[in-house]
């Protein structure tokens, strides 16, 4: 990590290990990110032990399978994973299509038709007896249980968080 005191947001800077390592206020630590995805979706830490995390910009952290010396003044490297400086931390597609089968918690299935309609991205009324917030929305591929994106649950309410340019008619 850079000696730096703020955020610069053209680079890529490594995330901290620990919270003592911090040097930018406000930014995620390793920790405190495998702390959040275990909690939230039950996913272990041993899952992101070949990944290292960055953050470019304020908050975007981004997932890169291998290590280099930081900071990185590069476009992109690895995938966008996590945004953190809002209220709730919220997970990225990429990371849940990634990463979302190992989670244990916080995984709703949806029917074809209910999945059809989240593709497509359509807010829609659903019983869920689980945690409001983000969670890992999956659907049937290939006979298996396959996340298929973000979505937010509120108030009996599933809204899609597929990006504009992501959705789809099925």
């Given at each position: 990590m850079s000696d730096q005191a703020t955020n610069v947001s053209t680079q890529f800077d490594r995330v901290p290990a620990t919270a003592a390592e911090r040097t930018v206020e406000g930014r995620a630590t390793r920790q405190e990110i495998l702390?959040?995805?275990?909690?939230?979706?039950?996913i272990e830490p041993t899952?992101?032990?070949?990944?290292?995390f960055w953050e470019r910009g304020a908050g975007k952290i981004w997932a890169?399978?291998?290590d280099l010396?930081?900071?990185v003044d590069i476009e992109g490297l690895g995938m966008t994973?996590?945004?953190?400086?809002?209220?709730?931390w919220k997970p990225t597609l990429e990371a849940v299509q990634?990463?979302?089968?190992?989670?244990?918690?916080?995984?709703?299935?949806?029917?074809?038709?209910?999945?059809k309609q989240f593709m497509a991205g359509e807010d829609q009324e659903i019983d869920w007896d689980?945690?409001?917030?983000?969670?890992?929305?999956t659907h049937d591929l290939a006979g298996e249980p396959e996340p298929i994106g973000v979505g937010l649950f509120?108030?009996?309410?599933?809204?899609s968080m597929v990006p504009k340019g992501r959705r789809r008619e099925l």
């Amino acid at each position: 990590m850079s000696d730096q005191a703020t955020n610069v947001s053209t680079q890529f800077d490594r995330v901290p290990a620990t919270a003592a390592e911090r040097t930018v206020e406000g930014r995620a630590t390793r920790q405190e990110i495998l702390d959040w995805f275990e909690e939230r979706f039950g996913i272990e830490p041993t899952v992101f032990e070949s990944y290292t995390f960055w953050e470019r910009g304020a908050g975007k952290i981004w997932a890169f399978n291998g290590d280099l010396t930081s900071p990185v003044d590069i476009e992109g490297l690895g995938m966008t994973a996590l945004r953190t400086r809002q209220e709730h931390w919220k997970p990225t597609l990429e990371a849940v299509q990634r990463f979302g089968h190992h989670a244990t918690k916080n995984r709703l299935h949806l029917t074809a038709g209910r999945a059809k309609q989240f593709m497509a991205g359509e807010d829609q009324e659903i019983d869920w007896d689980g945690d409001w917030g983000y969670l890992i929305v999956t659907h049937d591929l290939a006979g298996e249980p396959e996340p298929i994106g973000v979505g937010l649950f509120t108030y009996g309410e599933l809204r899609s968080m597929v990006p504009k340019g992501r959705r789809r008619e099925l």
